[in-house]
């Protein structure tokens, strides 16, 4: 997954806050052939919100994962750093 400026969402309201529908990037477009149109309404736009939502979250588990291993293993490297300090080998 790579984050970027050409994959947005964009929530159109109307002046009492309510949804009205959305935008999305032609390359969120692209990867959904069977959406016609780049302004998405009713099912299509939570169909392809609930689609980017799931998609998103395990991009996020796997993240968290990660970087809780890099964050784990560069405290104990720190650790034993410090606990090395001062001695002579």
Avoid: C
Wanted: a positive charge; aromatic letters at 12%; charged letters at 20%.
């Amino acid at each position: 997954m790579e984050l970027s400026f050409s994959r947005y969402i964009y929530q159109h309201r109307d002046s009492a806050g309510r949804i009205l529908g959305m935008s999305i990037s032609k390359s969120i477009q692209e990867e959904h052939p069977e959406l016609n149109s780049q302004y998405l309404e009713d099912f299509d736009m939570y169909m392809v919100l609930l689609l980017l939502k799931k998609k998103y979250k395990a991009s996020a588990a796997y993240l968290m994962t990660n970087s809780k291993l890099f964050l784990d293993y560069h405290q104990k490297s720190t650790s034993i750093s410090l606990n090395n300090i001062g001695h002579k080998n």
